[in-house]
């Protein structure tokens, strides 16, 4: 990231005693770091002017400052960086930054996840729009219906870190470890759903995409017995059919799959983006865990 009043700089500074390009900040793969780009008046790190090119090592509530130490930042947290994109179909001036959160992030919005950008258990990125994911490539172009979009991916953590982990979580949780607890009713009309890892279970607030969940959970349990079959093979569903049985659009579905995959993220889910799969060109979709259980009200 460029610090500077210059229009491409990440962090636009309009005071004038900063510089067009006047530091930047990065990730090393182990930490961040800031460099000094030459600029006139210098950079600050708690105080202390820097050396031209010199790194300085950041923490968690270093203090920085840009040609003037009376103008403060901080460094609010020190964990690895996330998936962004950045608009590039419009003018300099117009173009937004969509920020992952949760190691999740929807292209072009939230209400309309055309494409998916998700973290794994590694740390690693990748993107789904409609077919299998893919590893994400730092600076790819995404396109979507009205709009494209420049993909920023870190590099990855040694040891595979996610940055999107919580300090004080305790055990991971994980897709392919956790079961998927649901109660449903005898006639359906309501559906919770609990994740179960060890001891520990996470109530769910109920939500319309449990429905889908619920749909491919009973795809997976009624292939158990396709013994004939590899596993690779069982509990798969044309979309067009999923959306008949819960009697929306096809598009709606691609809607619950980003809201399922949040939902288990806030609840601290590491590999929140695994719970689906897809096939390339059937348009099917499964559940990526057999790792269920179906117990009536």
Not at 66 to 76: I, N, Q, R, T, Y
Not at 89 to 115: K, T, Y
Not at 198 to 224: D, Q, V, Y
């Amino acid at each position: 990231m460029v610090v500077g009043r210059a229009p491409g700089c990440l962090l636009r500074l309009d005071n004038p005693r900063v510089s067009a390009e006047h530091a930047s900040i990065f990730w090393t793969g182990e930490r961040w770091e800031l460099r000094d780009l030459g600029s006139r008046n210098g950079t600050f790190v708690d105080g202390r002017r820097t050396a031209p090119g010199e790194r300085i090592a950041l923490r968690e509530g270093t203090r920085l400052s840009f040609a003037s130490p009376d103008d403060c930042w901080a460094l609010v947290n020190d964990l690895p960086p996330v998936a962004s994109a950045t608009r590039c179909d419009v003018p300099v001036g117009e173009r937004e930054m969509r920020i992952a959160q949760d190691g999740l992030l929807a292209l072009p919005s939230a209400d309309d996840p055309q494409i998916s950008i998700f973290e794994n258990e590694g740390g690693r990125w990748f993107v789904e729009g409609g077919g299998p994911a893919r590893p994400g490539v730092d600076g790819e172009r995404l396109d979507c219906t009205d709009s494209g979009w420049i993909l920023s991916i870190p590099p990855p953590s040694p040891g595979g870190v996610v940055a999107t982990t919580r300090r004080d979580m305790g055990l991971p949780k994980m897709i392919g470890v956790l079961t998927l607890l649901f109660h449903v009713s005898l006639d359906n009309e309501y559906v919770q759903l609990a994740l179960v890892q060890g001891s520990e279970t996470i109530n769910l607030n109920a939500r319309a995409h449990h429905e889908l969940i619920l749909t491919l959970a009973r795809a997976r349990i009624a292939a158990r017995g396709e013994v004939d079959k590899p596993e690779s093979e069982r509990g798969w569903l044309y979309v067009d059919d999923v959306a008949a049985m819960l009697r929306v659009e096809s598009e709606r579905v691609n809607m619950f799959i980003y809201r399922a995959r949040q939902q288990l993220a806030e609840a601290g889910v590491l590999n929140a983006g695994s719970l689906f799969e897809r096939r390339p060109t059937t348009r099917q979709l499964r559940l990526a865990t057999d790792h269920i259980e179906i117990r009536p009200i």
